[in-house]
């Protein structure tokens, strides 16, 4: 879950690769109506987090400072920097766009709210690691980075109202901006989601080649999970979580993974699994199975709380990047999501 330079493309770059019109309305209208602008623009808002706290790390200020570039180009102002109270690191940054789009209904975001992954170099990594451990314990939520994050989510919605508002955030700041989004959701109010490389940790079945082995793996653990919630049925946390889950189907996160990243590769398989499920006559199991973890309910079933895993969503828009990787760091980085070249396939999953 960690930031991965660019290798030297900037923002300027990024602008001339998507072929863009000049009139500042025009761009503004033509980045955000493009779904592959809207992504590169997402990823490209991320980025300037990442650059934000390696500014603050290099002391670099005023015309040194490398990150405004990477908002300016897009026509964005910075609003606000999210500073993590124990470390005072940058985690996270409110963008507010500067140029009012010719079309009033326009789907070009007013704000952006952006997180920024694990940052390997610098004083800012003994914290961010802590958080990436708090992801794998499902205790995300419970740390006060998450609390300063959902905080300025809520600001930003009480203040300005939730139309056309994003939340994008990479590796562990997509876990940030995804469970940001699922509180919000929950409450009625969905935000349109830029998730790129979420962490979805769970045994790495998606890795395994042999296809049949692959899909008998998911079966047995769907018909287990299933039959675990069927007969805790009258428990009331188990009953709980299946209702919410429920009532985050009408949101539709963006999530952009690459199979060649361990991290994030599992949403490639999770989703999948479901529609294979529906076309052999089992999806009332897999339904069931999807809501739930295996580690959830046997802890509920011995007395014990635990709180729901990070990655169980119902509904998304899956983007696969199928460009091939070179290496495990360049399938993780965020740079790729901003390349105009890249060999994606998108499908978007309803759970029903």
Same mark, same amino acid.
């Given at each position: 879950m960690r930031c991965v330079e660019t290798n030297g493309t900037g923002p300027a770059r990024t602008l001339m690769a998507m072929s863009l019109p000049t009139r500042k309305s025009d761009l503004v209208d033509h980045l955000l109506s493009n779904p592959s602008h809207r992504r590169s623009v997402a990823a490209s808002l991320v980025q300037s987090v990442y650059i934000l706290e390696r500014d603050r790390q290099e002391k670099r200020e005023g015309n040194q400072a490398l990150a405004p570039p990477w908002w300016k180009n897009f026509h964005f102002q910075l609003y606000r920097q999210l500073v993590d109270d124990t470390d005072s690191c940058i985690f996270g940054a409110i963008f507010q766009l500067t140029s009012t789009p010719l079309d009033g209904n326009s789907s070009a975001p007013r704000y952006v709210i952006a997180f920024r992954g694990t940052i390997t170099k610098g004083d800012a990594f003994t914290r961010?690691?802590? !958080?990436? %451990?708090?992801? %794998?314990?499902?205790?995300?939520?419970?740390?006060?980075?998450?609390?300063?994050?959902?905080?300025?989510?809520?600001?930003? %919605?009480?203040?300005?109202?939730?139309?056309?508002?994003? !939340?994008?955030?990479?590796?562990?700041?997509?876990?940030?901006? !995804?469970l940001a989004g699922k509180n919000m959701a929950k409450t009625g109010v969905f935000l349109d989601a830029f998730l790129f490389n979420p962490p979805f940790f769970s045994a790495p079945i998606e890795t395994i080649k042999d296809k049949k082995v692959k899909h008998g793996i998911r079966i047995a653990g769907s018909v287990i999970t299933a039959g675990l919630a069927f007969a805790m049925k009258n428990n009331n946390q188990a009953n709980r979580s299946g209702d919410t889950f429920v009532a985050l189907s009408a949101w539709f996160p963006c999530l952009f993974v690459?199979?060649?990243?361990?991290?994030?590769?599992?949403?490639?398989?999770?989703?999948?699994?479901?529609?294979?499920?529906?076309? %052999?006559?089992?999806?009332?199991?897999?339904? !069931?199975?999807?809501?739930?973890?295996i580690g959830g309910l046997l802890l509920n079933a011995m007395g014990k709380p635990s709180d729901e895993p990070l990655h169980l969503i119902p509904s998304a828009n899956l983007t696969v990047n199928l460009t091939p990787a070179q290496d495990f760091k360049d399938a993780h980085g965020i740079h790729q999501w901003w390349r105009h070249d890249l060999l994606l396939e998108t499908k978007t999953y309803n759970f029903r």
């Open positions: 961010d690691l802590e !958080l990436d %451990i708090h992801i %794998i314990r499902n205790g995300l939520h419970q740390t006060s980075r998450f609390e300063t994050a959902i905080q300025a989510v809520r600001h930003v %919605i009480a203040t300005f109202g939730s139309a056309n508002v994003w !939340l994008a955030g990479h590796s562990l700041g997509a876990a940030m901006a !995804l690459n199979p060649g990243d361990h991290i994030c590769s599992e949403y490639i398989g999770y989703f999948e699994h479901r529609k294979r499920m529906e076309e %052999i006559g089992a999806g009332n199991i897999e339904r !069931l199975a999807t809501q739930h973890s």
